[in-house]
């Protein structure tokens, strides 16, 4: 069964983000991701990952959501080689970057171009740096209103037109499930594509049991495809922390 990573953004949130890389570890689960680095005290995660010997499988580029931004390219490229200087020092090969809210004044398609350009450009800094940049779709119908990349067909028309093996897509099955469904026929259909799934119960982004999605059944047509990357947590708990991921846990078991 696919490996899970916990994104410690959505847990444990009272706690300094280092200190929650040990109940991680202490759970059993065999990594980690967390969003920006830029308001994170690094020295201390790198600090916790080495007393842990936990792995960072996932961080978020900085500036986020800036793909789309009209003259962005040179802000694009100096966070790409500051976000890897980063994601090395942690050990972390997989970087996610968001596209940004469209702009209503001008064609989609020129939206598309500049968004292909600028990730060709920061694609080639993370293969030189041997990283995988995962492009995330999000959901425009209860959580990101306004966002650009909503589908995964859309989101494999991008990572083709970039043509880069270090860019792939970020399948969040939550917003998936959400904007489109059909997740089991689009995770297998696009899998070549995809290196980092999210999950989260839908609807109201909480635990995996008790939604309308078969997390279990997600998990293992995940499985079936071969995948070796992770599938990262990031939900928000009802239950207490603990408890909430040894029952996520218990999905891969």
């Not at 939604?211 to 990357?229: F, K, V, W």
Request: glycine fraction near 10%; aromatic fraction near 6%.
């Amino acid at each position: 069964m696919p490996r899970l990573s916990v994104c410690i953004e959505m847990f444990w949130r009272d706690l300094p983000v280092a200190e929650r890389i040990p109940r991680v570890a202490a759970l059993g689960y065999p990594a980690f991701e967390f969003w920006g680095w830029k308001n994170k005290d690094i020295p201390k995660v790198r600090a916790a990952v080495d007393a842990c010997g936990l792995p960072v499988a996932a961080l978020a580029f900085e500036p986020g959501g800036s793909l789309i931004r009209r003259g962005a390219q040179a802000e694009l490229v100096q966070g790409m080689r500051d976000t890897a200087a980063i994601a090395q020092g942690l050990g972390c090969r997989t970087v996610i970057i968001t596209a940004g809210n469209r702009l209503d004044d001008e064609p989609d398609e020129a939206s598309r171009r500049r968004v292909v350009r600028h990730l060709a450009a920061v694609g080639r800094i993370a293969e030189d740096h041997g990283l995988t940049l995962v492009l995330e779709p999000l959901n425009t119908l209860v959580d990101h209103a306004g966002y650009w990349l909503r589908t995964m067909a859309q989101a494999v028309d991008i990572v083709e037109g970039v043509g880069s093996p270090a860019v792939k897509i970020l399948m969040d099955l939550y917003h998936q499930g959400i904007q489109e469904g059909n997740v089991i026929n689009n995770l297998t259909a696009y899998i070549d594509h995809i290196g980092h799934f999210h999950a989260a119960g839908l609807p109201g982004r909480h635990e995996l049991v008790g939604g309308e999605q078969d997390y279990r059944a997600i998990l293992r047509a995940i499985d079936a495809t071969g995948y070796s990357g992770h599938v990262g947590l990031e939900y928000r708990p009802l239950l207490d922390p603990e408890e909430s991921l040894r029952q996520a846990l218990s999905l891969v078991e």
